[in-house]
């Protein structure tokens, strides 16, 4: 499966934003998909995963409360909607896939999308 994620941007804290991945392929429903982020000079880091159907969702500590991740396998795309946004959200955000179900590691997720990039100013 081939994903492109878009919808990054440039926004003030407090503001939001909502980035999509779409996913190329008729197999995007049996995937596990998940977002992770990184900053410059850190670790790439874990920010939730959702199940097949989209019942079920894992947040990342530092993002729950703010971040809502959701599908639509009809149109083959994964969302992350981000409110609440503050300064150290700023980072590359990457979509996944991945045949396991809830997991953190991203050396679990066998196919990446590009990246976009996301920087929250104070």
């Known amino acids: 499966v081939q994903l492109q994620a878009y919808g990054g941007g440039f926004v003030q804290a407090g503001g939001s934003l909502r980035l999509s991945c779409v996913a190329s392929?008729?197999?995007?429903?049996?995937?596990?998909m998940g977002w992770f982020r990184q900053a410059p000079g850190k670790e790439r880091e874990f920010v939730g995963t959702i199940n097949l159907s989209g019942g079920s969702i894992v947040y990342a500590n530092s993002v729950k409360g703010r971040f809502t991740i959701s599908r639509d396998n009809a149109k083959n795309t994964v969302y992350l909607q981000m409110n609440s946004l503050k300064p150290e959200d700023t980072a590359v955000y990457y979509c996944a896939a991945t045949g396991s179900w809830n997991t953190k590691r991203s050396q679990d997720y066998a196919y990446w999308g590009q990246g976009t990039q996301v920087t929250v100013s104070s």
């Open positions: 392929g008729r197999t995007f429903r049996s995937y596990f």
